[in-house]
T-cell receptor
Framework: AQKVTQAQTEISVVEKEDVTLDCVYETRDTTYYLFWYKQPPSGELVFLIRRNSFDEQNEISGRYSWNFQKSTSSFNFTITASQVVDSAVYFCALSERGTYKYIFGTGTRLKVLA | DTAVSQTPKYLVTQMGNDKSIKCEQNLGHDTMYWYKQDSKKFLKIMFSYNNKELIINETVPNRFSPKSPDKAHLNLHINSLELGDSAVYFC??????????????FGPGTRLTVT
């Protein structure tokens, strides 16, 4: 069975602090895909990153970086030098190959205080 | 041009009524989805359609009936609305290459309030 756990319900940081959002997943498949989405207060869901199970390279995009570790079934997301505009709910998601099904975690609400 | 659009953005109605939400994507994607997001922000997939064919129906009450007239459209009709149907409904689309976990692009959401 597929499962995604985001244990951090809410995190508050002060601007310019670094913050890491945790994501732990469960799957029996060897081929799967992991995602992060951002939902700002305006409500839309914005795609951030997709990673397949065979690519464990970490990725950096500006202030965002992702750490994928199959050994611990984790796909963590770090924001460096956070900004108020980073305030949002962040969702981690999992999809197994061939299923057309996406399982979302319960989300982590990030509040960045000025 | 909006990639995935939904109408209406807000929908307020009374229990027992029937309502529809429309979704259109102009990305040329093969797969479309409906999600329900409850008041606690929990996001759950309801339906997946690939090339107009229903692929996934996640134990959704049969009061909910999706219809895909073509690959670019996926509408959601809800009969006999109940209080528990109040939520934000998101439409999404993805390339849908053989269920290979393509990233999804979401519409702006429809906030449904049942009174």
């Amino acid at each position: 069975a597929q499962k995604v756990t985001q244990a951090q319900t809410e995190i508050s940081v002060v601007e310019k602090e670094d913050v890491t959002l945790d994501c732990v997943y469960e799957t029996r498949d060897t081929t799967y895909y992991l995602f992060w989405y951002k939902q700002p207060p305006s409500g839309e869901l914005v795609f951030l990153i997709r990673r397949n199970s065979f690519d464990e390279q970490n990725e950096i995009s500006g202030r965002y970086s992702w750490n994928f570790q199959k050994s611990t079934s984790s796909f963590n997301f770090t924001i460096t030098a956070s900004q108020v505009v980073d305030s949002a709910v962040y969702f981690c998601a999992l999809s197994e190959r061939g299923t057309y099904k996406y399982i979302f975690g319960t989300g982590t609400r990030l509040k960045v205080l000025a | 041009d909006t990639a995935v659009s939904q109408t209406p953005k807000y929908l307020v109605t009374q229990m027992g009524n029937d309502k529809s939400i429309k979704c259109e994507q102009n990305l040329g994607h093969d797969t479309m989805y409906w999600y329900k997001q409850d008041s606690k922000k929990f996001l759950k997939i309801m339906f997946s359609y690939n090339n107009k064919e229903l692929i996934i129906n996640e134990t959704v009450p049969n009061r909910f009936s999706p219809k895909s007239p073509d690959k670019a459209h996926l509408n959601l009709h809800i009969n006999s609305l109940e209080l528990g149907d109040s939520a934000v409904y998101f439409c999404a689309s993805s390339l849908g290459t053989s269920g290979s976990g393509d990233e999804q692009y979401f519409g702006p959401g429809t906030r449904l309030t049942v009174t």
